[in-house]
């Protein structure tokens, strides 16, 4: 059983279905941890079809941080960025611990919700070079403020025509009070064609459900606000075809009932 009541039985608070063919400024950062890299180097490559935002890996991309990330490329946008001054160890998702601070950003909070429920319905790639995401970060303006909420992750190598692995979980990278409860869930679906994917984050814990169906739960909850990253990833280790597309119908946050909320 879920720990909340049905989505529309709660407030929705936050809503893109990308229905205006462009990019929300007031919703969504256009970069992916800037402050590791840059703006430019990090700007995501993507368009719009029939309503829906497709986030794409293209011929001509750059790595988004050669220096830490290696070859990697990423179109990925974000709610929020927290960094401190350049040169400084102080930002977001501390990824290696050698990571310093290659340029300043401006504290951006979009939407960075303290508990809600986190929902997208979404499209994975079959290419075993290329990850889809939904996830959400704690905006870390205090160090241990940092746990990880994988809403899903669907590498193009675990998806089968009619099965795929889900990864979903807790990381808790700086947090103390977390430990790893992350696993990938085999579902019979055909996740190149669309799915909802969503996580109900409490105060008790969190649930994680595909398709309204709750397949893991975890009794930790990450207490701080957090903000959501949606992004395509690729090794860039072997040619393919091009562009690579993540096609996103929506993403929705939903407030917690008032005898839930902090």
Do not use: N
């Amino acid at each position: 059983m879920s720990r909340l009541p049905a989505a529309t039985d709660r407030r929705l608070e936050f809503s893109d279905g990308f229905e205006g063919g462009v990019l929300d400024p007031t919703r969504w950062l256009p970069a992916y941890l800037p402050h590791w890299s840059s703006r430019a180097a990090a700007t995501p490559r993507y368009t719009f079809h029939e309503g829906r935002l497709v986030l794409q890996i293209e011929s001509d991309q750059e790595p988004w941080c050669p220096r830490w990330d290696g070859a990697t490329l990423v179109s990925s946008i974000q709610t929020g960025v927290f960094a401190g001054p350049l040169g400084g160890p102080v930002g977001q998702h501390r990824f290696r611990p050698e990571l310093v601070v290659t340029e300043e950003q401006a504290t951006t909070r979009l939407y960075t919700p303290h508990y809600a429920r986190i929902e997208t319905r979404a499209t994975a790639v079959a290419d075993p070079d290329v990850m889809v995401a939904l996830w959400m970060i704690g905006f870390e303006d205090e160090p241990d403020r940092s746990g990880e909420i994988c809403i899903c992750e669907i590498f193009g190598r675990d998806v089968g025509p009619d099965s795929v692995r889900v990864g979903m979980g807790i990381h808790p990278f700086g947090d103390p009070r977390l430990v790893d409860d992350f696993e990938q869930v085999e579902l019979a679906i055909d996740a190149t064609e669309p799915h909802t994917y969503a996580a109900e984050w409490t105060p008790s814990g969190v649930d994680f459900l595909v398709d309204e169906r709750v397949v893991k739960q975890t009794d930790q909850s990450p207490a701080y606000p957090m903000q959501l990253m949606l992004g395509i990833y690729d090794s860039g280790k072997t040619p393919g075809d091009h562009p690579k597309r993540f096609v996103v119908d929506h993403v929705r946050g939903y407030a917690p009932e008032p005898d839930r909320a902090r």
